[in-house]
């Protein structure tokens, strides 16, 4: 861990994340914990750990703590896909029909319920960059929108709880019409789940081993996974939600967890558990074009493909989505091939950078990755729903407004 100072930051101004969070968010129970790492200029310059991995057993939380990272699973799958792509076995413009049959004739919503819906040939096909960017006309049954939705809910369509596995997941979601016709919208959905069963698919291996051989080994993110070991569970933090009365409460209790089992279903859209540091591990690699300590993942102009904005006709998230969370809820944000990215600074109203791209996960855990500062901060926490407190971008003020050198 370096000094501050030696990369361009103030200790006394970073020391301000650790009080804020303490004071607005851990001392009165808002938060259950918080872990903040901050690296730039290739070093770990302020790492933060406070409050309980275990409010209900008076359990501290520690620095190796293992965390529920939910749609942070996300930007992982789409990593292990784009290898697929650079390996030649499969390309953006493909059709999704191409690699699932079954989905050649699906059709667009117009009417009716499960069992009775009424439909219209899509516009296009959907194509593969669909679910890289979310405008694959899939959806979420928690969104409760639309009938479209609350077939989801009925058939466990949350790419989690469906049984048989992923290929029975997929099969069960070809049953059900899209909620628009492909690139016309941008919906956030389980289609980073199909990207997950595809690099099954595609690769013959299973998505698990996939994504642990190529991606979590030569990284050594040694405990991110798709369920805790038993020798880790002393390390699994609980989770906890939101009432209706707005009062922390738990909500996935680690020692009864479903975490505790390999899953049936390995969701590429959330189903990972992980720790800061294999995280930080993860971005590290990103930041540094694909590659961290000789092992390369992705080649660097994949990863400059990726964090374009692919939304069609560039737009913005604001002007295009159906639907936005606390991910990306503000103005001048783009999406590409699995993060969220800054495509106009002035118009998030916030400190940043141009480029710089980023997701969360439900339970209000963040990262983000700015190019332009050689920065890359992972922060960890346990509350759903992710839009319950402002605590990603209060953070990234923080942050920022530590720098005392700025390359732009």
């Known amino acids: 861990m370096s000094t501050p100072e030696a990369v361009g930051l103030s200790s006394d101004r970073l020391k301000r994340i650790d009080a804020f969070i303490q004071d607005k968010y851990i001392a009165p129970g ?23 991995a275990d409010v209900e057993r008076g359990l501290p939380l520690k620095a190796d703590s293992l965390f529920r990272i939910y749609s942070m699973t996300k930007p992982i799958t789409s990593i292990a896909f784009m290898m697929l792509v650079e390996e030649g076995l499969v390309s953006l413009d493909d059709p999704v029909h191409r690699y699932i049959p079954s989905w050649k004739k699906l059709g667009v919503f117009q009417a009716g319920v499960l069992n009775g819906f009424l439909t219209k040939p899509v516009a296009e096909p959907m194509r593969i960059i669909d679910l890289l960017r979310h405008t694959a006309g899939l959806t979420y049954g928690f969104q409760q929108r639309s009938n479209v939705d609350a077939a989801y809910r009925k058939l466990k369509l949350d790419g989690v709880d469906s049984e048989g596995g992923l290929e029975a997941f997929v099969e069960a979601l070809g049953t059900v019409p899209l909620e628009f016709s492909p690139g016309e919208a941008w919906n956030y959905s389980v289609a980073t789940d199909v990207l997950g069963y595809l690099v099954q698919a595609i690769s013959g291996r299973p998505f698990d081993e996939f994504l642990k051989t190529r991606i979590f080994d030569p990284l050594k993110m040694v405990d991110t996974g798709f369920f805790v070991p038993e020798s880790q569970r002393g390390r ?9 009365k707005g009062q922390v409460v738990l909500q996935d209790d680690p020692e009864t967890s479903r975490y505790l089992s ?57 002007e295009l989505s159906k639907s936005l969370f606390s991910e990306a809820v503000f103005e001048g944000l783009g999406f590409g091939l699995g993060f969220a990215m800054t495509v106009d600074q002035a118009r998030t109203k916030n400190i940043g950078s141009h480029g710089e791209y980023f997701w969360g996960g439900m339970a209000s855990t963040a990262f983000w990755i700015d190019p332009v500062e050689d920065l890359a901060v992972v922060f960890m926490t ?11 971008r209060e953070l990234r003020t923080l942050v920022y407004a530590a720098f005392t050198e700025s390359a732009a």
């Open 236 to 244: 699994f933090t609980a989770c906890y939600t939101l009432n209706p």
């Open 30 to 52: 808002k938060l259950p914990c918080a872990l903040v790492q901050v690296w730039r200029r290739g070093q770990l310059a302020h790492a933060t750990v406070l409050g309980s």
């Open 382 to 392: 346990q509350l759903t729903p992710s839009s319950a407190y402002p605590i990603r």
């Open 262 to 318: 390999d899953p049936a279903v390995k969701s590429g859209g959330g189903g990972l558990v992980s720790t800061a540091d294999d995280y930080m591990r993860f971005c590290r690699m990103l930041l540094n074009g694909g590659e961290l300590d000789g092992a390369r993942i992705v080649s660097p102009k994949t990863l400059k493909l990726m964090t374009m904005n692919h939304l069609p006709g560039g737009k913005e998230l604001t």
